[in-house]
């Protein structure tokens, strides 16, 4: 394990136990983190454990594993978002329990890093934090934290998507958006519905309300996180009770009790003003998580969209029928742009787009008071994009992952194009996603589909289809060496690299350097063929120099099928006898030569 690239001033001898490990295979998180019990810390953690959860005596799971001097545990739990700053109540005991100075460096390394966050909140938090006000209110209140890509002076534009609502509190604002606002709280969306409709700036009074409580909240509504200090959680507990964000509002009620009444468990010399709060989305039912509540904004907006009738009609129609429809259906997904795409127009929320894709930021910062060019337009309807070269099944997959960060199910004839779009549109991590939901499909297919996928996997650079075809074809070479299709491929791609410096080396990690840098198919499959067959260092030479003979036979063969059209023409009945023989076969015959 390598800790320097990290900023961890530890040697790897420094993550030997302090005291003897045990196994808790039936044990929650506490008892394995107090065991120093990886295997069983790592199974609860990839189950969904909470990772900063309680037990009874007050306590989380990384202060067991401090006290007990676990690094690898320690290092586990953080990694995994346990909390572990300073002047905050977990943190301070943390490190006042830190079994040694050994374990204190590695929560030092860690207490500047915020818990992680997933693609879909990271997005839109830093749309929210693109605002100058929303920012600079950010950095002042929590400094011990930084924002990756933003720094307090850099200069930052929000023209691609503008905010459509000013909350004035106590004299300072919060910019923010009505979808996002809708979506998380059953309070915001009926106001937006009703007194706020036409209203673009709604001012609080000063005796009502908290400004730092009600910022930390609508920065949860984007980030799926909060952060907030100590003192403002009652005024915090008041605000979700009017917002109706009843799950929020439960679990702050107890962590109040619990500040309230372990104070003395702190460290005395901390002021309470400069303790925080924090809590990951992971701690509350599904359904009130930003995923969830974005895919029901979603569904209402595909409910609402329409089919256009009629093949040749122009845009000047297809924009009087949408005013029709904004006039006749009720509004109750705060759409304020359409997509047309194979005749179907979608309603969607420039927000989402343009904090998903660096294309959409793009286009739609192009699109401010534009209608598709026409003049003569009503200024209530909203601002048409037109996708083409794109099916509506494809286009619907997209938006899906962009509201959700997944997708729920995908026939794999898609996945091509969703391959596709994911490149035009700049949305890389939809081919992972794509890619989650195929792999059990590929786990049955023929060999001769499977080569399909690995050309096309390697075509589009994803990365984990392509691992899973070359593996299964190291696993089975024989049966894959006997397929048409198979040897058809070997004559599509460039031939294996002769350098026998890279036959010896362990096969490159996905995304490394020197992965990116060869690319070869060949070279890959050779590699784990022979940590499949080879494992002896010494014989890898020989194994790969056989391999690469077994390869050109299949080549030939390839050329013969090829030209003729036919596997048993005589040409291909000469070369059968050693281009079919087993790898082994081979090996075994050059040895008896040796």
Same mark, same amino acid.
């Given at each position: 394990?390598?800790? %320097?690239?990290?900023?961890? =001033?530890?040697?790897?001898? =420094?993550?030997?136990?302090?005291?003897?490990?045990?196994?808790?295979?039936?044990?929650?998180?506490?008892?394995?983190?107090? +065991?120093?019990?990886?295997?069983?810390?790592?199974?609860?953690?990839?189950?969904?454990?909470?990772?900063?959860?309680?037990?009874?005596?007050?306590?989380?799971?990384?202060?067991?594993?401090?006290?007990?001097?676990?690094?690898?545990?320690?290092?586990?739990?953080?990694?995994?978002?346990?909390?572990?700053?300073? &002047?905050?109540?977990?943190?301070?005991?943390?490190? *006042?329990?830190?079994?040694?100075?050994?374990?204190?460096?590695?929560?030092?390394?860690?207490?500047?890093?915020?818990?992680?966050?997933?693609?879909?909140?990271?997005?839109?938090?830093?749309?929210?934090?693109?605002?100058?006000?929303?920012?600079?209110?950010?950095? $002042?209140?929590?400094?011990?934290?930084?924002?990756?890509?933003?720094?307090?002076?850099?200069?930052?534009?929000?023209?691609?998507?503008?905010?459509?609502?000013?909350?004035?509190?106590?004299?300072?604002?919060?910019?923010?958006?009505?979808? %996002?606002?809708?979506?998380?709280?059953?309070?915001?969306?009926?106001?937006?519905?009703?007194?706020?409709?036409?209203?673009?700036?709604?001012?609080?009074?000063?005796?009502?309300?908290? *400004?730092?409580?009600?910022?930390? $909240?609508?920065?949860?509504? *984007?980030?799926?996180?909060?952060?907030?200090?100590?003192?403002?959680?009652?005024?915090?507990?008041?605000?979700?009770?009017?917002?109706?964000?009843?799950?929020?509002?439960?679990? #702050?009620?107890? /962590?109040?009790? &619990?500040?309230?009444?372990? /104070? *003395?468990?702190?460290?005395?010399?901390?002021?309470?003003?400069?303790?925080?709060?924090?809590?990951?989305?992971?701690?509350?039912?599904?359904?009130?998580?930003?995923?969830? +509540?974005?895919?029901?904004? $979603?569904?209402?907006?595909?409910?609402?969209?329409? !089919?256009?009738?009629?093949?040749?009609?122009?845009?000047?129609?297809?924009?009087?029928?949408?005013?029709?429809?904004?006039?006749?259906?009720?509004? =109750?997904?705060?759409?304020?742009?359409?997509?047309?795409?194979?005749?179907?127009?979608?309603?969607?929320?420039?927000?989402?787009? +343009?904090?998903?894709?660096?294309?959409?930021?793009?286009?739609?910062?192009?699109?401010?008071? !534009?209608?598709?060019?026409?003049?003569?337009?009503?200024?209530?309807?909203?601002?048409?994009?037109?996708?083409?070269?794109?099916?509506?099944?494809?286009?619907?997959?997209?938006? /899906?992952?962009?509201?959700?960060?997944?997708?729920?199910?995908?026939?794999?004839?898609?996945?091509?194009?969703?391959?596709?779009?994911?490149?035009?549109?700049?949305?890389?991590?939809?081919?992972?996603?794509?890619?989650?939901?195929?792999?059990?499909?590929?786990?049955?297919?023929?060999?001769?589909?499977?080569?399909?996928? #690995? %050309?096309?996997?390697?075509?589009?650079?994803?990365?984990?289809?392509?691992?899973?075809?070359?593996?299964?074809?190291?696993?089975?070479?024989?049966?894959?060496? =006997?397929?048409?299709?198979?040897?058809?491929?070997?004559?599509?791609?460039?031939?294996?690299?002769?350098?026998?410096?890279?036959?010896?080396?362990?096969?490159?990690?996905?995304?490394?350097?020197?992965?990116?840098?060869?690319?070869?198919? #060949?070279?890959?499959?050779?590699?784990?063929?022979?940590?499949?067959?080879?494992?002896?260092?010494?014989?890898?030479?020989?194994?790969?120099?056989?391999?690469?003979?077994?390869?050109?036979?299949?080549?030939?063969? +390839?050329?013969?099928?090829?030209?003729?059209?036919?596997?048993?023409?005589?040409? %291909?009945?000469? #070369?059968?006898?050693?281009?079919?023989?087993?790898?082994?076969?081979?090996?075994?015959? /050059?040895?008896?030569? $040796?």
């Amino acid at each position: 394990m390598a800790f %320097i690239d990290d900023g961890i =001033d530890l040697d790897p001898s =420094d993550f030997g136990s302090s005291v003897p490990l045990k196994k808790v295979p039936n044990g929650d998180v506490f008892e394995a983190s107090r +065991a120093g019990d990886v295997e069983r810390l790592r199974y609860l953690l990839e189950s969904g454990v909470n990772v900063n959860a309680r037990d009874q005596w007050d306590s989380v799971a990384l202060y067991y594993a401090c006290l007990a001097g676990h690094l690898d545990a320690a290092r586990m739990l953080l990694e995994s978002g346990a909390i572990c700053s300073e &002047h905050t109540f977990d943190g301070d005991r943390c490190h *006042y329990a830190a079994l040694n100075l050994k374990v204190r460096k590695l929560l030092k390394a860690f207490e500047a890093r915020p818990p992680p966050l997933g693609p879909l909140q990271a997005s839109l938090r830093d749309t929210f934090l693109a605002s100058e006000a929303n920012r600079s209110y950010y950095l $002042l209140a929590d400094p011990y934290f930084q924002i990756p890509g933003i720094s307090s002076t850099q200069g930052f534009s929000c023209s691609n998507f503008p905010t459509d609502v000013v909350f004035i509190v106590q004299g300072r604002p919060i910019e923010a958006h009505r979808v %996002i606002l809708s979506a998380r709280s059953p309070f915001f969306k009926k106001k937006f519905e009703t007194d706020w409709k036409e209203r673009s700036e709604v001012r609080f009074s000063r005796e009502k309300l908290s *400004y730092p409580a009600l910022y930390s $909240l609508i920065h949860f509504f *984007y980030s799926d996180r909060l952060e907030i200090a100590v003192d403002d959680m009652e005024d915090l507990v008041r605000i979700c009770k009017v917002c109706k964000c009843e799950s929020l509002q439960k679990v #702050l009620e107890k /962590e109040v009790i &619990h500040q309230k009444y372990a /104070e *003395y468990k702190a460290l005395g010399d901390v002021d309470n003003s400069q303790k925080r709060y924090i809590l990951q989305g992971l701690s509350l039912p599904e359904e009130d998580r930003l995923p969830a +509540a974005l895919h029901r904004i $979603l569904l209402t907006a595909l409910s609402n969209s329409t !089919f256009e009738n009629g093949q040749d009609d122009g845009i000047d129609k297809l924009v009087s029928r949408m005013g029709a429809m904004q006039m006749t259906k009720s509004l =109750d997904d705060l759409a304020d742009v359409c997509a047309r795409v194979d005749r179907k127009i979608f309603r969607c929320h420039k927000v989402i787009l +343009a904090s998903r894709s660096e294309y959409f930021k793009a286009r739609l910062s192009r699109m401010k008071d !534009f209608h598709e060019g026409k003049d003569e337009l009503s200024v209530d309807l909203l601002p048409c994009l037109e996708e083409h070269d794109l099916s509506m099944a494809a286009f619907e997959k997209m938006i /899906e992952y962009m509201y959700t960060d997944g997708l729920q199910d995908i026939n794999p004839d898609q996945a091509e194009e969703m391959f596709d779009v994911a490149s035009r549109y700049l949305l890389f991590p939809l081919k992972r996603a794509v890619a989650d939901v195929l792999l059990p499909h590929l786990e049955m297919v023929s060999p001769e589909e499977l080569c399909h996928w #690995l %050309i096309l996997a390697d075509m589009y650079g994803v990365v984990k289809i392509r691992e899973y075809c070359l593996d299964t074809i190291a696993c089975n070479f024989e049966t894959f060496a =006997d397929t048409k299709e198979f040897r058809a491929i070997l004559l599509t791609l460039p031939p294996p690299s002769g350098d026998s410096s890279l036959r010896t080396t362990v096969p490159s990690i996905p995304g490394s350097a020197l992965n990116a840098d060869q690319g070869n198919l #060949l070279d890959d499959l050779r590699e784990k063929w022979l940590e499949i067959e080879a494992a002896e260092l010494d014989q890898r030479d020989e194994s790969a120099l056989q391999f690469d003979k077994r390869l050109e036979m299949l080549m030939l063969v +390839a050329e013969q099928e090829k030209s003729s059209g036919n596997a048993d023409s005589d040409g %291909i009945n000469d #070369l059968t006898p050693l281009a079919f023989s087993p790898i082994t076969t081979l090996i075994s015959d /050059e040895q008896k030569e $040796l």
